[in-house]
T-cell receptor
Framework: KAGVTQTPRYLIKTRGQQVTLSCSPI?????VSWYQQTPGQGLQFLFE???????NKGNFPGRFSGRQFSNSRSEMNVSTLELGDSALYLC????????????FGNGTRLTVT | GESVGLHLPTLSVQEGDNSIINCAYS??????FIWYKQESGKGPQFIID?????DKRQGQRVTVLLNKTVKHLSLQIAATQPGDSAVYFC??????????FGAGTQVVVTP
């Protein structure tokens, strides 16, 4: 079974631009979660989608948004990029119940200059 | 707020020895815990999980122990191999899709 796929692997953007990251979950998984990983803050939860609905949201500004499509694929968007948005963005999928493990992709490395 | 933390930032282990990675959690209501391994340039990889109604769970070369009395988790890796070199995270499951991760422990396997 194919794992979680994230595209692109690397992105370089300029401050003020916006960016869209894509995630394809494991087949059969209906939940997709997004995380930001930085050396200083570690892994921080952004939001979670299940059946095209956002069920949970972390403490990030409204510049961070996401959506999920009917095939469970998900995208996240960051608008008006700031230097501090430089990070590894990780997508994880699961079956969607409370005690199912999250399975992560290899992430998109975003650099904002 | 509630947090999950690791005691040792770096663990150096000789190849063939057993490794023990520790983790403390503060939310006594937590009922599901997961260990992940993250290699350089990759995302966290699921190793093993445990529910709060269990004290111990074994996988292939790994064992997770849960002590709810002192809110402590540990991951034991038997016969550590060079391929085990990575950062290990414990995570505490919260509400939908939200995991509270510890800071991570870097495991370095020496020949």
């Amino acid at each position: 079974k194919a794992g979680v796929t994230q595209t692109p692997r690397y992105l370089i953007k300029t401050r003020g631009q916006q960016v869209t990251l894509s995630c394809s979950p494991i087949s059969g998984h209906r939940s997709v979660s997004w995380y930001q990983q930085t050396p200083g803050q570690g892994l921080q939860f952004l939001f979670e989608y299940f059946s095209e609905t956002q069920r949970n949201k972390g403490n990030f500004p409204g510049r961070f948004s996401g959506r999920q499509f009917s095939n469970s694929r998900s995208e996240m968007n960051v608008s008006t990029l700031e230097l501090g948005d430089s990070a590894l963005y990780l997508c994880a999928s699961s079956l969607g119940d409370q005690n199912s493990p999250l399975h992560f992709g290899n992430g998109t490395r975003l650099t904002v200059t | 707020g509630e947090s999950v933390g690791l005691h040792l930032p770096t663990l150096s282990v000789q190849e063939g020895d057993n490794s023990i990675i520790n983790c403390a959690y503060s939310n006594s209501a937590s009922d599901y815990f997961i260990w992940y391994k993250q290699e350089s340039g990759k995302g966290p990889q699921f190793i093993i999980d445990i529910r709060s109604n269990m004290d111990k769970r074994q996988g292939q070369r790994v064992t997770v122990l849960l002590n709810k009395t002192v809110k402590h988790l540990s991951l034991q890796i038997a016969a550590t191999q060079p391929g085990d070199s990575a950062v290990y995270f414990c995570a505490e499951s919260g509400s939908w899709g939200k995991l509270q991760f510890g800071a991570g422990t870097q495991v370095v396997v020496t020949p």
